[in-house]
Nanobody
Framework: QPHLEESGGGSVQAGGSLRLSCEISSERDYSKYVMGWIRQAPGKAREGLAAIDSAGTTSYADSVKDRFTISQDKGQNMLYLEMNSLKVEDTAKYYC??????????????????WGQGTLVTVSS
């Protein structure tokens, strides 16, 4: 499975924006994987946020679909999550992930094939 490394987390005020990046490294073609973003806030369950496949088809959780945008640069092996209109409740550790099934990323983000180390996003009021 691919190696994933996130960057771009930080602190922002409510209403602000952040862009998370994920560098994807793989010795083999990883196009069979659906790539995505999940998050976990302290004391809360992991939440699948967005997914994108090699064809560029995207899916979003209802909680973020009008505010977050997932995208990829296949030539640069990068995955992005543009987050706008951030809310205090968006505070969490965000993970870049990969899996063979889109549904696992969005609905059951636990035993996924590939994980990054996570990047912390803090939204203050």
């Amino acid at each position: 499975q691919p190696h994933l490394e996130e960057s771009g987390g930080g602190s922002v005020q409510a209403g602000g924006s952040l862009r998370l990046s994920c560098e994807i490294s793989s010795e083999r073609d990883y196009s069979k994987y659906v790539m995505g973003w999940i998050r976990q806030a302290p004391g809360k369950a992991r939440e699948g946020l967005a997914a994108i496949d090699s064809a560029g088809t995207t899916s979003y959780a209802d909680s973020v679909k009008d505010r977050f945008t997932i995208s990829q640069d296949k030539g640069q092996n990068m995955l992005y999550l543009e987050m706008n209109s951030l809310k205090v409740e968006d505070t969490a550790k965000y993970y870049c992930v990969g899996d063979r099934m889109r549904s696992r990323i969005l609905e059951s983000p636990y035993a996924l094939d590939a994980w990054g180390q996570g990047t912390l996003v803090t939204v203050s009021s």
